[in-house]
T-cell receptor
Framework: KAGVTQTPRYLIKTRGQQVTLSCSPI?????VSWYQQTPGQGLQFLFE???????NKGNFPGRFSGRQFSNSRSEMNVSTLELGDSALYLC???????????FGPGTRLLVL | AQTVTQSQPEMSVQEAETVTLSCTYD???????LFWYKQPPSRQMILVIR??????QNATENRFSVNFQKAAKSFSLKISDSQLGDAAMYFC???????????FGKGITLSVRP
């Protein structure tokens, strides 16, 4: 079974721009969670979607948003990028909402 | 709020030897999951092992086993017969059954000496 895929793998943006990251979960998985990883803050939970509904949200500003489609694929969007948004963004999928999460390879975002 | 603490930032082990990585956590919940994830230089987060809090038996996966002490809120990972491919960052994580959010520790960098 194919694993979680994330696109793009690398991205360079400038301050003020917006970016959309995509995540395709493992086939059959209905829950998708997003995490931000930085050297300073470590791994932080962004949000989780299950059956197209946001179930949980972390402590991030409203510039960070996401959605999930009927095929369970998910996108996250960051508007008005700031230098501090430079990070590795990891997507994880699970069969159900409280099951083991399997991670994708991540998208590395650099904001200049 | 739940917290996960990994107090050792780095550890080193000789190839073929055994190493134990420590993790403590804090929660008021009685039912939850605990995980160890491995993150090699490729940055891909790989599941190593999972422990359900309601199970008294410690989880094992081949060379990886845990020592789960629920009362002490301690969850250590033992790697036996260490291999060069075990070199990576290891994260301890907590998951509340009420939601799927994973709370991670800061991680520990494990190096394996040939």
């Amino acid at each position: 079974k194919a694993g979680v895929t994330q696109t793009p793998r690398y991205l360079i943006k400038t301050r003020g721009q917006q970016v959309t990251l995509s995540c395709s979960p493992i086939s059959g998985h209905r829950s998708v969670s997003w995490y931000q990883q930085t050297p300073g803050q470590g791994l932080q939970f962004l949000f989780e979607y299950f059956s197209e509904t946001q179930r949980n949200k972390g402590n991030f500003p409203g510039r960070f948003s996401g959605r999930q489609f009927s095929n369970s694929r998910s996108e996250m969007n960051v508007s008005t990028l700031e230098l501090g948004d430079s990070a590795l963004y990891l997507c994880a999928s699970s069969l159900l909402a409280d099951e083991t999460q399997y991670f994708g390879p991540g998208t590395r975002l650099l904001v200049l | 709020a739940q917290t996960v603490t990994q107090s050792q930032p780095e550890m080193s082990v000789q190839e073929a030897e055994t190493v134990t990585l420590s993790c403590t956590y804090d929660t008021s919940e009685s039912d939850y999951y605990l995980f160890w994830y491995k993150q090699p230089p490729s940055r891909q987060m790989i599941l190593v092992i999972r422990q359900e809090a309601y199970k008294q038996q410690n989880a094992t996966e081949n060379r990886f086993s845990v020592n789960f002490q629920k009362a002490a809120k301690s969850f250590s990972l033992k790697i036996s017969d260490s291999q060069l491919g075990d070199a990576a960052m290891y994260f301890c994580a907590y998951q509340n059954l009420a939601n799927s959010k994973l709370t991670f520790g800061k991680g520990i960098t494990l190096s394996v000496r040939p």
